[in-house]
T-cell receptor
Framework: KQEVTQIPAALSVPEGENLVLNCSFT??????LQWFRQDPGKGLTSLLL?????REQTSGRLNASLDKSSGRSTLYIAASQPGDSATYLC????????????FGTGTRLQVFP | DAGVIQSPRHEVTEMGQEVTLRCKPI?????LFWYRQTMMRGLELLIY????????DSGMPEDRFSAKMPNASFSTLKIQPSEPRDSAVYFC???????????????FGPGTRLTVT
């Protein structure tokens, strides 16, 4: 059974810092991995999607990497801003017999001025 | 496109009542997903459809839950009878296949916050 874990559960950093959020999954047989952002009381917004054949994806100040063999993905946020404060979730699309996304537990990020 | 649309945004009901949540996916998307989010269990997939056909309903907690997709632009999630432990935020999401037959990003609606008293 695929399990997805995110560490740390919460993170508080000053504005301007570069930071890394971690996502681990137990079964390396995945189709893709997606990073989402969720603001309080809101839905999820897709940030980046990495296909299983890719190593990384970049969008603006965000860079996500994928290492399938070790069951890990990282989301790198450069020059963090208060507007980055949100909960970040990773999710893996398991590759056999289903199109189900399995979500991680999330990292709650606070960037203070 | 307006994105995934869900209604109502908030629902408060008494235990035992029927609750119907509604979702309109993004036009052209042929996959639709229903999720439930709680503090205790996080985000869980309840059921998903492909081309209006339910593919996997293994996440539906009990027979009190049912979902339908009568056409490509509308889906409902019904709880009958509702119970206090059903209180959660229910999300609908949609996506489609890429040219390489891979599932694209899932786009989420704003959610319906359900409170059962």
């Amino acid at each position: 059974k695929q399990e997805v874990t995110q560490i740390p559960a919460a993170l508080s950093v000053p504005e301007g810092e570069n930071l890394v959020l971690n996502c681990s999954f137990t079964d390396s047989a995945i189709y893709n991995l997606q990073w989402f952002r969720q603001d309080p009381g809101k839905g999820l917004t897709s940030l980046l999607l990495i296909q299983s054949s890719q190593r990384e994806q970049t969008s603006g100040r965000l860079n996500a990497s994928l290492d399938k063999s070790s069951g890990r993905s990282t989301l790198y946020i450069a020059a963090s801003q208060p507007g980055d404060s949100a909960t970040y979730l990773c999710a893996v699309l398991i590759s056999y017999n289903t199109d189900k996304l399995i979500f991680g537990t999330g990292t709650r990020l606070q960037v203070f001025p | 496109d307006a994105g995934v649309i869900q209604s109502p945004r908030h629902e408060v009901t008494e235990m035992g009542q029927e609750v119907t949540l509604r979702c309109k996916p993004i036009s052209g998307h042929d996959y639709l997903f229903w999720y439930r989010q709680t503090m205790m269990r996080g985000l869980e997939l309840l059921i998903y459809f492909n081309n209006n056909v339910p593919i996997d309903d293994s996440g539906m907690p009990e027979d009190r839950f049912s979902a339908k997709m009568p056409n490509a632009s509308f889906s409902t999630l019904k709880i009958q009878p509702s119970e206090p432990r059903d209180s959660a935020v229910y999300f609908c999401a949609s996506s489609s296949r890429t040219s390489g037959n891979r599932l694209s990003e899932q786009y989420f609606g704003p959610g319906t916050r359900l409170t059962v008293t």
